[in-house]
């Protein structure tokens, strides 16, 4: 009797096998084709991953296919190679995996938008006495002007930084100005640099596309307008003349417009940008059209490396040391690793760029793993801003402003030109802080803060839990302790009532929630003259803004001191960045650092302003305590409905990882930093490993265990490999 066909899919559910299905008689799907199945009792969008394979089980058992729902595969080989090994090394479930790598609409079972069926792309007419446009008309024809070819609606927004409907193209085009054109033109050539490259530049472009073809990985290492993305553009215009495509990531697109306008204006028409405010069918078409080969050049956050490219020549991680390349939920991957491990798998050139490398990448330059490129100077010659101290021992704050900052404000206002205010929120585990003589709690058994929990009335530490009852005063001087804490609507606040009548802007989560908004706070800083930018690190990403005098950072001791692993990190990180937006036009500026601690070593490397040795005392730091990246870390985490049965679980599975631990540590089980979160209480356990093998191992043995005997239903288990965060 002849057998029918079988295929092995992945389902979106938190199982670690695949899945048998029987194919009906006609053309065999291919890996990376979806199909719908029946799973268990519902019908549910599945992905082809091998075909041709024995039955895992009794063929009696095996189901049939209910549908084929692609005419061909979706995802490439490589890309469920790259599933493949993220499911495996971050130990998360395959079917999970494969399908969060489709596009929402897709993973529901929504068919392929058909190319035929292809968005209007948009042109001008042949040039004709224009009747009287408006001024978003006339920049519209600007933009078609410039590009030289037909562009789609969301194309054309990209290009001119507008906010564009459709209705404003209709009009135009019955006004004759422009016309509709059905199908996809042949992609112009890149438009010519703008610029002459500096030597540094000329190098970094050169090393790059010598490695075109090979899986090399390249670490763009310069200040804040040093041209890196000059560099990346060029590199890009040589790969999209050879006919490849280009991947670009970057942390956040919708905080980058001005990024998103500069690739759209040098690669016109052949640049697809997946923002996250996309509606989800257009979201789809940029998707396809980039899986097609029908754009060269693809836009987007940490998931759009995921998709699929048939052309891929170049891969690009802009600004590598933005902790948004790390997925917090999920499968939590950190895209610039699994961008390497893409370079590998299909043999392209992954180059990383940063003002302020992670200490990660920073070791991979240095002992060779990465090919280190560095920018030394601003091709316009300006120089990045002295960083100073403003000691907060000696200046008391009143609402977190010390009167050497607001004097200093108030002289950047008089010269005509703008303040920016940095309050660091990152991380949001309250330190206990005497701001007399700068005491810090410290947990006595480990090399970390005590944090703050209010609401049990304990310091607790969160690597060894360790716990005290909180102090009310200094140990050291008596004087009363504090809480730090102050949010930027307060110190708004507290601006607008030293600065009566100064323009003030807010930017931070909250400011632009709504859409539009955040276009509306850039513009509005690019318009006024003196006035004042209140934020989050928010205002430390990559806005150029030409009129900056003064960067004040209010709190760096809350991130400098913080008990995370990457906290001091990533504070010196956001304060380079921050640094970065002044002095871009001739003068400076100058930036001032509150602290309670400014004779501390980091902070005098801070105003040293030389990140490399600024850094070289946290690598050391980093060796001495087998800390990434010379050694290998995993959080196990445990959350459930009450604190005493998640303490339980974790302490059951703290036992399994230390009967199979070979050579690696593991520490706790502690209560995690926010330790309730939605009812939940959570737990967690730090693994720390020497080498990743041993991790590994570890990982894999004991979660077969919690496999094979799971625990109960209301508590969940997750594993996060390289974590981000200790929190
Ligand atoms: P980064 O990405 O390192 O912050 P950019 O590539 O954005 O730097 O460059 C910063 C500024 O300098 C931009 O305004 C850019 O147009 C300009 N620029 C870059 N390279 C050159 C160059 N070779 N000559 C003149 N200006 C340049
Ligand atoms: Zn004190
Ligand atoms: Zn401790």
Redesign the pocket.
């Known amino acids: 009797m002849r057998h029918q066909a079988l295929v092995r899919v992945a389902v979106d559910r938190p199982l670690d096998q695949l899945f048998d299905y029987a194919c009906p008689v006609g053309p065999l799907p291919e890996p990376g084709q979806r199909v719908r199945v029946t799973f268990g009792r519902s019908e549910q969008t599945a992905v082809v991953m091998e075909t041709g394979q024995p039955p895992a089980v009794d063929r009696a058992r095996i189901r049939p296919l209910e549908r084929i729902l692609d005419p061909g595969p979706i995802l490439s080989g490589p890309i469920l190679e790259l599933l493949r090994f993220a499911s495996r090394y971050y130990h998360h479930p395959i079917g999970e995996t494969v399908l969060n790598a489709l596009p929402p609409a897709l993973r529901k079972g929504a068919p392929l938008p058909s190319p035929a069926a292809a968005e209007p792309q948009w042109r001008l007419r042949p040039a004709q006495a224009h009747p009287r446009l408006g001024p978003r008309q006339r920049a519209i024809v600007q933009g078609l002007e410039t590009s030289g070819t037909a562009l789609a609606l969301h194309a054309l927004a990209d290009l001119t930084g507008l906010a564009l409907r459709r209705a404003e193209l209709k009009r135009l085009a019955d006004l004759r100005v422009v016309e509709a054109v059905a199908h996809e033109p042949a992609a112009p050539p890149s438009a010519s640099p ?5 030597p540094d ?1 000329r190098q970094a472009v050169t090393a790059i596309e010598a490695e075109l073809g090979t899986p090399a990985a390249l670490l763009l290492d ?12 060029e590199a890009a215009a040589t790969a999209i003349a050879r006919g490849l495509q280009v991947l670009v990531l970057v942390p956040e697109i919708a905080l980058t417009p001005q990024l998103v306008r ?1 690739v759209s204006q040098r690669f016109p028409g052949q640049v697809a940008a997946l923002h996250s405010g996309l509606p989800a069918g257009e979201r789809l078409r940029v998707w396809d059209a980039a899986r097609r080969g029908a754009r060269a050049l693809l836009l987007g956050t940490r998931s759009a490396l995921f998709t699929p490219l048939p052309a891929l020549g170049l891969l690009i991680v ?1 600004e590598e040391h933005d902790p948004a390349y790390k997925q917090q939920d999920g499968l939590r991957y950190h895209a610039r690793d699994l961008a390497i491990m893409r370079g590998h798998i299909e043999s392209v050139p992954v180059v990383l ?1 940063s ?1 302020t490398p992670t200490l990660e990448s920073l070791a991979k330059a240095r002992d060779g793993h990465y090919r280190h490129l560095p ?1 030394g100077t ?3 010659g300006s120089l990045p801003p002295p960083v100073r101290c403003v000691d907060t021992r000696v200046h008391r704050t009143d609402e977190g402003l010390t009167t050497p900052l607001l004097d200093a404000m108030r002289t950047t206002l008089a010269g005509g030109r703008q303040c920016f205010v940095l309050l660091n929120r990152r991380g949001f585990a309250r330190v206990l802080a005497c701001e007399h003589c700068g005491w810090v709690a410290d947990c006595p058994h480990c090399d970390a803060r005590l944090t703050v929990h209010a609401a049990a009335h304990r310091s607790i530490c969160h690597l060894c839990g360790f716990t005290q009852p909180l102090a009310e005063h200094c140990p050291e001087c008596g004087q009363l302790l504090s809480r730090q804490g102050l949010g930027t609507q307060r110190l708004e606040r507290a601006l607008s009532r030293h600065f009566a009548g100064v323009p003030l802007v807010r930017l931070d989560r909250d400011s632009i929630r709504r859409r539009g908004e955040l276009e509306r706070c850039l513009e509005a800083i690019r318009q006024m003259d003196a006035g004042i930018v209140v934020g989050t690190q928010m205002l430390a990403k ?1 806005h ?1 803004f030409p009129r900056v005098g003064l960067v004040g950072v209010i709190d760096v001791d809350q991130g400098l001191f913080s008990v995370d692993l990457r906290a001091a990190e990533q504070t010196l990180q956001l304060v380079q960045q921050a640094a ?1 937006r002044a002095g ?1 036009s001739g003068d400076p500026g100058i930036v001032l650092v509150q602290t309670g601690h400014p004779e501390h070593p980091l902070m005098q490397a801070l105003q040293r302003g030389d990140y490399a040795s600024m850094v070289a005392p946290l690598l050391a730091e980093r060796r001495a305590a087998g800390m990434p990246p010379f050694g290998f870390l995993a959080l196990v985490r445990v959350d459930g409905p009450s604190a005493e049965s998640s303490a339980r679980q974790a302490e059951e599975i703290a036992r399994q990882l230390r009967r199979h631990a070979r050579g690696v540590r593991v520490l706790g089980p502690a209560p995690a930093p926010r330790h309730r979160v939605n009812r939940r209480y959570r737990e967690q356990i730090l693994l720390a490993s020497p080498t990743r093998k041993a991790l590994h191992q570890t990982l894999a043995v004991a979660r077969d265990g919690w496999q094979q005997h799971p625990p109960p239903r209301n508590l969940r288990v997750s594993i996060d490999v390289d974590p981000a965060t200790l929190a």
Do not use: W
């Open positions: 703008p610029v002459a490259l500096t530049q310069g200040v804040t307008g040093s041209g890196k993305t000059e560099v990346y553009l500069r802009d760029g003002a920018l601003r091709p316009d990559g150029d970065g871009r």
